[in-house]
């Protein structure tokens, strides 16, 4: 790990200022004295060029009943010599006091309008020297970033958090300037009532926990500095389990040992991933496996990944996930998205470095499967959800001002952004851009990236060295035109192509059991599945449901694309399963779709409705955004 120690820091600038000056760069981080320079973000009221936050430290007890994380945030701020005020990102918060951490002395500070998505500026006035503040303060229910769970929706019986800090919703819980660019460290001492245990995205300095009048008090520090959206807390019945020297998984008891099993190939994974892209950074890489309301697949929250319990497939098929969050520990959490608008640059290049994990762990033929199925993905989101090629949605540099940043997560910034690079890889060699790519994540460690910056880098660091090479990649035409370049390579997977001969042969009338599915993965059951006309008859569905048991599949992905297809044909012996499954699990990505298509007719939005009405409370408030705008959903 790499501190970036403020002072050490300033030595720098000041040791560089000569030479800056004497080479003519004497941008504006020369005169406003802060550095890195930053573009302008459109999803923070931070004045970051006048002062920043450098270090969070968190003061917060956890209280079920009220369900509220009430305490103090006290920040170590940078700050220019004209300063006279800080701008902090606030949403939903409730704030008590401000003043200097230390004296006590109170400072002057007003909250700004609230805007729906971004919240409330928080200014505060600073005297001259100050740089240390406290914040006390407290969360409300609308802290979209928190989940609390009833015992009732945890496998343990105890209640539960969890928070959610990706894009923007650091600022319900925490009030600090929310902007990927404005790194920080921080520290933790949480307060969780006796039994629980909490977690974060730091080390813990207190493993067994203290016992403070009753309840348990732990201690966290994280010294790498990140972008606020990374800070993550997790409280609960957790037990852990070690699966490597630098790797294990936390989870609720009866859950532990089968996630354990199922990311039994984390180690292998983070080996293969140091060598492709240079040392991992963070000390220990741990996963955190959430009770199944967790609203995303996955979450990158350094040293310890948040999880949802839905890839806990029993024979390891969708550990890809994992390989996903691992790769952002370099592209995201080391070399980060200066804005939203940059999003591409954290998923495309994890996505990419994803699927090389997975071909170095587990062979060239089984990474081409999941990258054709990525790729198959990436095209049907294109022409029936993103407006077709010529859309501008299907840009990888998106303008996400006015928008909720939320719109930004598609397969354009995922898949097409993986495909850039993997273009890029397929011009100029494997060798040399994986030589590339390394030298890019060590020069850029520990700051923000922007778009423009990584097409300057590129150029300069790889390109220039054969003018035929820019011609052939045409980097500009990826970042900033729609569609998908027709210089992409083609991805084909043999063994999807076989299991795609087997749809058309049961369209054509084959009967189920005549099927050659013998020794099928996940992904090729996946595909074929895809790859089935839309409509069936009913008999036809009843003989693939009781030959292959789809309807009972307790795998999460195949049983998704399987209600897919029932939904499409009124299916209803697969209902009863489709109605558990969106009550059981609040993963998002399965939820939305299957919302979506119900709602497509009169009876399965009636259907839709009624299930929604009781699962609705279940669901994590990103969960129901989505699905409130997806069924119209009124106010409560
Ligand atoms: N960082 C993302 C999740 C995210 C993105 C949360 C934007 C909030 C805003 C994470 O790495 C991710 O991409 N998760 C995917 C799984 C992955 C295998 C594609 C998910 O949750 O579906
Ligand atoms: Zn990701």
Same mark, same amino acid.
């Given at each position: ?15 560089? !200022?000569?030479? #800056? ?71 939903? #918060? ?74 923007? #919703? ?15 460290? $921080? ?97 220990? $890489? ?17 040293? !310890? ?6 890839? #806990? ?35 495309? /290049? ?27 993905? !990436? ?74 910056? /990584? ?73 074929? !599945? ?29 049983? /998704? ?76």
């Amino acid at each position: 790990m790499r501190p970036m120690n403020r002072r050490h820091t300033m030595n720098v600038r000041f040791a560089l !200022l000569p030479v #800056l000056l004497a080479v003519g760069l004497t941008a504006c981080t020369v005169e406003t004295g802060l550095e890195p320079e930053l573009p302008r973000d459109p999803h923070s009221y931070a004045n970051a060029e006048e002062a920043r936050v450098a270090h969070v430290a968190l003061d917060l007890t956890a209280d079920f009943e009220t369900r509220t994380l009430a305490g103090t945030a006290t920040l170590d701020i940078v700050r220019t010599a004209g300063s006279s005020a800080i701008v902090l990102d606030t949403r939903a #918060l409730e704030i008590e006091a401000v003043r200097v951490a230390g004296t006590g002395e109170p400072l002057e500070w007003t909250l700004g309008e609230p805007d729906p998505v971004l919240g409330r500026p928080l200014r505060i006035m600073l005297p001259p020297g100050a740089e240390h503040l406290e914040i006390a303060y407290r969360t409300t229910d609308g802290a979209a970033a928190v989940q609390w769970l009833d015992p009732a929706q945890t496998s343990s019986g105890a209640p539960f958090l969890f928070t959610q800090g990706q894009a923007i #919703l650091t600022r319900t819980w925490i009030p600090t300037q929310d902007s990927p660019g404005i790194r920080q460290t $921080y520290s933790a001492t949480i307060t969780v009532p006796e039994g629980l245990v909490a977690v974060m995205s730091a080390e813990t300095l207190t493993p067994e926990g203290e016992s403070v009048d009753g309840q348990t008090r732990y201690a966290f520090r994280l010294d790498a500095p990140i972008p606020p959206y990374l800070i993550a807390l997790g409280i609960g019945d957790l037990s852990f389990r070690e699966v490597g020297p630098r790797t294990g998984v936390w989870a609720e008891p009866s859950v532990v040992d089968a996630a354990a099993d199922e990311f039994a190939e984390m180690e292998a994974m983070l080996e293969a991933a140091e060598e492709l892209y240079g040392p991992y950074r963070w000390g220990r $890489y741990d996963v955190l496996v959430l009770p199944p309301s967790f609203p995303f697949g996955g979450m990158e929250n350094p040293r !310890l990944t948040f999880a949802t319990p839905t890839i #806990l497939a029993g024979d390891r098929s969708l550990v890809s996930l994992i390989a996903h969050e691992l790769a952002h520990s370099w592209s995201g959490n080391l070399v980060t998205n200066a804005t939203w608008s940059d999003f591409w640059l954290n998923e495309g /290049f994890t996505t990419y470095i994803e699927n090389r994990i997975m071909e170095a762990v587990y062979g060239e033929a089984y990474a081409r499967m999941l990258e054709q199925l990525g790729r198959t993905g !990436l095209r049907s989101e294109i022409e029936d959800e993103l407006g077709g090629y010529e859309s501008g949605e299907t840009v990888l540099h998106l303008d996400l001002t006015g928008r909720d940043p939320d719109e930004g997560m598609t397969a354009i910034a995922y898949d097409k952004g993986a495909a850039f690079l993997r273009t890029i890889e397929h011009v100029v060699g494997r060798e040399r851009f994986d030589a590339f790519l390394r030298r890019y994540f060590d020069t850029f460690a520990f700051q923000p990236m922007t778009t423009e910056k /990584f097409l300057a880098y590129l150029d300069e660091n790889l390109l220039e060295e054969n003018p035929e090479w820019r011609e052939a990649i045409r980097p500009r035409q990826w970042v900033y035109e729609p569609g998908l370049p027709e210089n992409v390579p083609p991805v084909e997977s043999e063994a999807l192509v076989l299991a795609a001969e087997q749809a058309d042969r049961f369209a054509a009338g084959t009967p189920a059991a005549e099927l050659a599915t013998a020794g099928w993965s996940t992904h090729e059951w996946l595909h074929f !599945l895809q790859s089935l006309p839309r409509d069936l008859p009913h008999d036809r569905l009843r003989a693939l449901d009781s030959t292959f048991e789809l309807t009972q599949s307790g795998n999460s992905e195949i049983l /998704f694309e399987w209600l897919r297809l029932a939904i499409a044909n009124r299916y209803e012996p697969a209902f009863v399963a489709l109605e558990d499954f969106l009550t059981r699990q609040g993963r998002r990505k399965f939820l939305r779709p299957l919302y979506q298509d119900l709602a497509a007719t009169e009876w399965g939005r009636a259907r839709a409705v009624e299930i929604y009405r009781d699962a609705r409370p279940m669901y994590h408030a990103i969960s129901r955004n989505s699905i409130d705008e997806t069924l119209d959903w009124g106010d409560d």
